[in-house]
């Protein structure tokens, strides 16, 4: 696990979108993409949801965060 994916993980779930996250870190939103999947993986299991073209923080991923 590396920082910069723990970076990315709470900016998406601060600025609610992996663009405005993306902004934020000054990195392209596919970065940031990468860095969460890439997290996910090395976790064993999904942080986020998609609904309707949106993330929305999973139970696993709202634990993740607290902790």
Known sequence: ???T???AFKAIV???TV???AE???LSQSAVSRL???LE???GFQLFTHKRNRLELSNEGEAFYIE
């Open 41 to 43: 993986q090395r976790i």
């Open 1 to 3: 696990m590396k920082l």
């Open 19 to 21: 663009t405005a996250a």
């Open 5 to 7: 994916q723990l970076n």
């Open 24 to 26: 934020r870190l000054s």
């Open 14 to 16: 601060e600025c609610q």
């Open 36 to 38: 969460l999947a890439n």
